[in-house]
Every structure is written in structure tokens, then in C-alpha cells.
């Protein structure tokens, strides 16, 4: 793993740390401390017996001094001392997002209108599964991703980086894409015309529209100067198992794998170009808009 890969994972960095602060805060309790209370029951142990000598030839005893001695010898080393203090703070951290929710920050607007840019959000990391953490391999079964859920996974071209599309087809699904309508399994997805979209930095329009994919309604938007078909596809695992045309596109997703697509249509770049995203690349699934510092009325469920 070069450098850059291992500063991109936080998970790794955030283990090391766990580890590292861990194994030092154990070696404290169980080791160094008593060799400190050790060295200061016998630095004590001299001292006391220097002053009954000196209170026998009836010098005046230093009574300041033992206690200096003991919170010498018994302080921690610095090392020793920020490791313990940082050490539970870490775990923590560690626990809560590795098993329960991790905080993302949206970077591109291939889920607009759904998440803007500069969204906050917190993933549940349990819903699809008990993971361990930098590894990623499931221990625990729960629910299984479903059409519709908003999902943040590992790139499969580059796994050090973490994206976040819709899914929108499971093992088995035949997904059809065409003159910009889904399709899946042979029945059309269903859609209800909104007004059109304004986006406010380029100030120019989107067509929008209500999708209702397995239940979950959800806004979407298209571009109606982009073309239908699919420009220069990669050449990714089971590719064979799609067709494109100047319409649009055809995959059949094979067992556990996921088809992902952004809800900004025309502006996203997802499994039409990349392929399937295995269930071992899974992250979680996005539920909760916690801050947006650009825009505080964006707090809250996007579901």
C-alpha cells in the first residue's frame, strides 16, 4: 500500500492509533506501574530508614522530602501518560464508526437533488451486516441491500476511495436504461413529471422527476442536452453481461454484486461506466443529513 492509499484510509490509521494507544495503556497497568510503585516503595523504604538514623543522632528530620520522592518516581512518562489519556477516546471513535455509524462528506453533485454538495451524513454501518473493520469481510448477516437505498461503497477501480450512488439493481435484476428511463426485470420503473430544476451555481435547468423504485420515492434529474447511449464504457469484470446502444444500456447483475446509479443521471459516473460493485465493498447505507454548513435547513432524513 503506498502512502497516499494509506493516508485515504482513515480505518487503517484509525486501527494503528487504536493498537499502538492500546498496547502502551495495557503495558501501564499491568507492568510499568508496578515497576514505578516498586522503585518508589523502595527509594521510600531507603529514605524512611536515613531519617530514623538521623532522628536516633538527633538531626532534624526533612519531612518535605517523601513526598517529592514518591511523585517523581511515580509519574508516568510523558509517552505513557498522553497514550492512557488518548487511548479510550480512540477506541471509542474506533467502535462507533467501524461498527455502528461513520460521518461522510459529499464531494460531487452525482446525488443531487437527493444530497447536495457539502451534505454531512452518517452511514449505518450494521444494517447490511456485521463487518471488521479494515478488512471489510462480513462476520454477521443481516439485510441485504435493497433497490432504492442510498449506499456508500468502495470504488471498485480504486478502493482506497469511497463512493455514494443509488442502488438501483440486485443479484438476478435485469436492469434496462433506455432514452433515459429504467426499466428492471421487464417492468418500467414509474415516474411523475416536477417542476424543472434550478442549479443554483451554474443557473441552468434540469428536468426533474419523481422515481419510484421498489417503493422508495426519490428525486432525479436529467439533462436533456446529454445523449441517451453510454460514452466509452470501461472494459470492467463481466462486462459481457451488458449491451449497449445508442439508446442507452442493458446489464443483468450477477450474484452478489450491485448495480449503482447516481439520482443526477447525466452527471454521474456509476455502474454504467465502472461495472458492479461487489458486497464485499460494501460501506453502508446512507440514512441521515447531520450538518451542511452552506445551507442548515439541509439537517435531517433525505429518505
Not at 511515580?74 to 488518548?86: A, D, H, K, M, N
Not at 434540469?206 to 421498489?214: A, D, G, R, Y
Request: hydrophobic residues 40%; glycine residues 6%.
Amino acid at each position: 500500500m503506498n502512502l497516499q492509499a494509506l493516508l485515504g484510509n482513515f480505518a487503517l490509521i484509525l486501527f494503528i492509533l487504536t493498537l499502538a494507544t492500546g498496547v502502551v495503556w495495557f503495558l501501564d497497568v499491568f507492568y510499568l506501574s508496578k515497576q514505578r510503585r516498586a522503585r518508589a516503595d523502595a527509594a521510600l523504604a531507603e529514605y524512611d530508614a536515613r531519617n530514623a538514623r538521623l532522628a536516633a543522632d538527633g538531626v532534624p528530620q526533612d519531612t518535605n522530602g517523601r513526598s517529592a520522592i514518591a511523585a517523581r518516581l511515580l509519574r508516568q512518562p510523558t509517552w505513557v501518560e498522553y497514550s492512557g489519556s488518548f487511548f479510550p477516546v480512540i477506541l471509542l471513535v474506533f467502535v462507533l464508526r467501524s461498527f455502528l455509524f461513520e460521518p461522510f462528506k459529499i464531494p460531487s453533485s452525482s446525488m443531487v437533488p437527493t444530497l447536495q454538495i457539502g451534505d454531512l451524513i452518517l452511514v449505518n454501518k450494521f444494517t447490511y451486516g456485521i463487518r471488521l473493520p479494515v478488512v471489510n469481510k462480513k462476520i454477521i448477516e443481516i439485510n441485504q441491500p435493497q433497490r432504492g437505498d442510498v449506499m456508500v461503497f468502495k470504488y471498485p477501480k480504486d478502493t482506497s476511495l469511497d463512493y455514494i450512488k443509488r442502488v438501483v439493481g440486485v443479484a438476478g435484476d435485469k436492469v434496462v436504461y433506455r432514452n433515459k428511463k429504467l426499466s428492471i426485470n421487464g417492468k418500467d420503473v414509474e415516474y411523475k413529471q416536477l417542476p424543472d430544476y434550478l442549479d443554483e451555481e451554474s443557473l441552468t435547468y434540469s428536468k426533474q422527476f419523481e422515481e419510484n423504485l421498489n417503493g422508495v420515492a426519490h428525486k432525479i434529474l436529467n439533462d436533456q442536452r446529454a445523449p441517451s447511449y453510454v460514452p466509452n464504457p470501461d472494459a470492467f469484470p463481466r462486462k459481457e453481461l451488458c449491451t449497449y446502444n445508442s439508446e442507452g444500456f442493458a446489464c443483468t447483475v450477477p450474484a452478489g454484486h450491485y448495480f449503482m446509479m447516481g439520482d443526477n443521471r447525466d452527471n454521474s459516473l456509476d455502474s454504467r461506466y465502472w461495472g458492479f460493485v461487489p458486497d464485499e465493498y460494501i460501506v453502508g447505507k446512507a440514512f441521515f443529513v447531520w450538518m451542511n454548513l452552506g445551507n442548515l435547513k439541509r439537517i435531517g432524513s433525505f429518505r
